[in-house]
């Protein structure tokens, strides 16, 4: 592509990578943006806004441009745009139940949710299905139902802005970051790997703190002040969003 | 009174489930539907069935791992543990990846470190495949007779 002083894409991401110039990028972002709209469209229609997903979409692109590499024989368009669909496809995963989850199965996952906190402090260990069916007072098969289904969900607050909510409330994970001081100096190189890239300063605090530290599950729960379902959902997310990453750069190998 | 299965599986020494699913994302979930399955029968913990099927995951969801359009999962129950065999897998992916990663995301080896205590990449019917084991604790109540 072209921009209109007759700039190519390519001078404006080695102005951009090489003498960090941040007006290439911004040329870009805005060359690209009718891009994003065209994707943002595809995916409009399932209850977002079509802006939203345009601003979405736009955080893809932008990740796009600064990880491309100007050394490869690939257009930015090519490789903007399953970035561009990942990200609006992330947020879709990221919004919450999925609307295949029946409504009893969604709040069947939020009592067990309770339960699971209630017992791992009352039984001083995590508790079995059979316990928590018999406190649910369902039967196993239903508790196993409904933690399955909880693979379809996962809370907003994994992508939402970090800081203050409207409440006044701090984000609990907001606190992860005094935590782990140990993460900032760690020298494995994992850490800093690609795969990694998709992931906040939050999601990677939490599976360091897993499999780094060896934390459990509750371990992490009572450290951070989450449920101990919010720290498995979130787990289960970053991994996904590594493997995700992952794929999407070995593509383009 | 109603004999549950947990109370019939517990008096058992040994029980083994294999599973076969095509290697797509939809069926993934039927495998860790079994793994919760066996770990109601066998009343592990939450965070052990937690542990289980997140192993299972991470070698079933990495894409390059499984070698075919088809995944076998085997759960073997043993006194003091279950030992999960996954397969046919890429030896050459899975053992990059064990021996230090391939540096693109978090190694499998570590990841399966965490979650359970034995690895093991073995090769059976000519294929490959990895067996993991994870020591629970299991309550065994004296042996009653099935209804």
Redesign the interface.
């Known amino acids: 592509m072209t921009a209109a002083g007759g700039t190519t894409d390519r001078e404006l991401l080695r102005r951009y990578h090489q003498g960090g110039d941040l007006e290439a990028r911004e040329q870009l972002i805005e060359q690209y943006l009718p891009l994003v709209r065209s994707l943002a469209r595809r995916y409009a229609n399932r209850g977002e806004q079509l802006e939203d997903l345009v601003q979405v979409g736009a955080i893809g692109l932008i990740k796009a441009i600064d990880r491309f590499d100007v050394d490869r024989g690939v257009e930015l368009s090519t490789y903007a745009t399953p970035n561009i669909i990942g990200e609006i496809k992330r947020h879709f995963r990221d919004k919450g139940w999925s609307i295949r989850v029946p409504r009893g199965l969604q709040e069947l996952n939020v009592r067990l949710s309770q339960l699971?906190e209630r017992l791992t402090a009352e039984l001083e260990?995590?508790?079995?299905?059979?316990e928590?069916?018999e406190a649910a007072g369902v039967t196993?098969?239903e508790?196993?139902?409904a933690?399955?289904s909880g693979?379809a969900y996962t809370t907003v607050s994994l992508s939402a802005p970090s800081g203050q909510g409207e409440d006044g409330q701090v984000d609990p994970l907001e606190s992860l970051g005094e935590l782990e001081h140990a993460y900032e100096v760690s020298e494995d190189?994992?850490v800093l790997?690609?795969?990694?890239e998709a992931l906040d300063e939050r999601e990677r605090r939490i599976?360091h703190l897993?499999?780094?530290e060896?934390l459990?599950?509750?371990q992490i729960a009572a450290q951070v002040g989450i449920s101990?379902m919010h720290v498995?959902r979130l787990?289960?997310r970053a991994?996904?969003k590594?493997?995700d990453?992952?794929?999407t750069?070995?593509r383009f190998e | 009174m109603r004999t549950?299965c947990?109370e019939v599986a517990r008096t058992l020494s040994a029980d083994s489930i294999t599973l076969s699913i095509p290697h797509a994302k939809p069926y993934h979930?039927v495998a860790?539907?079994v793994v919760?399955?066996l770990?109601?029968r066998l009343?592990?913990?939450?965070?052990?069935?937690?542990d289980l099927q997140?192993a299972l995951?991470?070698v079933l969801?990495?894409?390059g791992y499984v070698a075919g359009d088809e995944v076998t999962v085997r759960l073997l129950v043993e006194p003091d543990s279950v030992a999960m065999t996954i397969g046919p897998l890429d030896p050459v992916e899975v053992r990059a990846d064990l021996e230090g990663?391939r540096?693109?995301?978090?190694?499998l080896s570590?990841?399966l470190a965490?979650l359970v205590e034995e690895v093991a990449l073995e090769e059976a019917d000519g294929g490959h495949r990895l067996r993991l084991e994870k020591r629970v604790p299991m309550r065994r109540p004296e042996p009653r007779a099935p209804v």
Do not use: C, K, M
């Open positions: 699971l260990r995590s508790p079995t299905i059979s928590l069916a196993e098969e508790v196993l139902e933690l399955e693979q190189r994992a790997a690609p795969g990694l599976l897993r499999f780094w060896g459990t599950q509750s101990q498995s787990i289960r991994l996904e590594v493997r990453e992952i794929a750069g070995r | 549950s947990a979930g860790r539907l919760g399955g770990a109601a009343d592990l913990s939450y965070e052990h069935l937690e997140l995951e991470s969801e990495r894409g990663g540096g693109d995301g978090i190694p570590r990841l965490t």
